[in-house]
């Protein structure tokens, strides 16, 4: 009987299966949102990289975030907008791994920015004084490296079990993207092992940084406490509220689509909370930090005067 099996090379995700109409609806959304998320973390990485007062570890650092949002959003969107315009679409089981590592290498690696983030944002209450020292360039850049190193690696080892996995049944996957989790359910030879590997990596990519991101703003909390000023315990909280706010969200969307029991849960909320952490979680970290931050607020003014000048100078 297992002879009689075709293994499946080719899968077919099903998408949002709306009307045309609403197909197309969602396709110029998502379409002006990839365009905005794209433009919005291209800007930060330009002006972390041009304006000399956001030479810091903490504008270095969003800026890093930024290329993994880029990274993560055109992994999944262009895909997306395929799937939308031709109300389903087939992907190759290579092409299925691929975007699969692909999409946890850069959400690990952006748990591992956001954890180094919160122990900036700890030297930098808790040790002022020693923060430049600690926090040099040459150490930023070793953190940084190591977090897309580890990215890249802990991910390789259950991608390549899971491309050993044979897939013999219904070939059909009712998302809008290449998800571990429904590869898993449509496998016909043993998950065992993967599922292993996975509940392994998640100590690394969940666990680890979830704890440092804790420790880190408990210390946070208790330093700004205990300053004596209504005012500085505002200021001191400023600095690090707009990391906290996109740490929330982050976290807050991934937890609810791998932590919470999905138990009674349609597939549609099922791809509305997946949406939330791959195309919206990019989208407005770029806006966060904007809005949020007088520093890149001031160097949008500035990079927006001097195109002005130079508009103006090369028309005379």
Not at 197 to 225: C, H, K, Q, R
Not at 234 to 251: D, E, N, R
């Amino acid at each position: 009987q297992e002879n009689n099996l075709t293994k499946v090379t080719d899968f077919f995700l099903l998408g949002f299966q709306c009307s045309k109409n609403g197909n197309f609806l969602l396709l110029c959304f998502f379409l002006v949102v990839y365009c905005v998320t794209i433009c919005g973390n291209l800007l930060i990485i330009t002006l972390v990289s041009t304006s000399k007062t956001l030479h810091t570890p903490m504008y270095f650092f969003i800026s890093q975030l930024s290329i993994s949002d880029i990274l993560l959003t055109t992994d999944i969107v262009p895909n997306m907008l395929y799937i939308l315009l031709n109300n389903g679409g087939t992907i190759t089981f290579i092409g299925c791994i691929t975007q699969h590592y692909f999409f946890v290498t850069v959400e690990t690696s952006g748990c591992l920015l956001l954890a180094l983030m919160s122990y900036d944002r700890y030297v930098a209450i808790c040790n002022p004084l020693r923060y430049t020292s600690i926090m040099t360039n040459e150490f930023c850049m070793k953190l940084v490296a190591i977090c897309w190193l580890l990215g890249f690696s802990i991910i390789l080892i259950h991608t390549i079990t899971a491309s050993m996995m044979t897939f013999c049944g219904p070939n059909i996957i009712d998302h809008f993207f290449c998800d571990i989790l429904y590869l898993l359910d449509i496998a016909c030879s043993g998950t065992f092992i993967v599922l292993l590997e996975v509940n392994v990596a998640s100590i690394f990519i969940v666990i680890m940084p979830t704890t440092i991101i804790v420790v880190s703003y408990t210390y946070i909390i208790v330093v700004i406490l205990k300053i004596p000023s209504s005012t500085g315990r505002q200021k001191a909280f400023s600095t690090c509220s707009s990391h906290l706010i996109v740490v929330t969200i982050f976290y807050g969307t991934l937890f609810s689509v791998y932590a919470i029991p999905t138990t009674g849960q349609t597939s549609t909320m099922s791809k509305i909370l997946s949406l939330l952490y791959t195309v919206l979680t990019p989208l407005v970290n770029p806006i966060i930090y904007s809005l949020r931050n007088k520093d890149i607020g001031k160097a949008i003014q500035e990079t927006l005067r001097h195109t002005v000048c130079l508009l103006q100078s090369s028309k005379k």
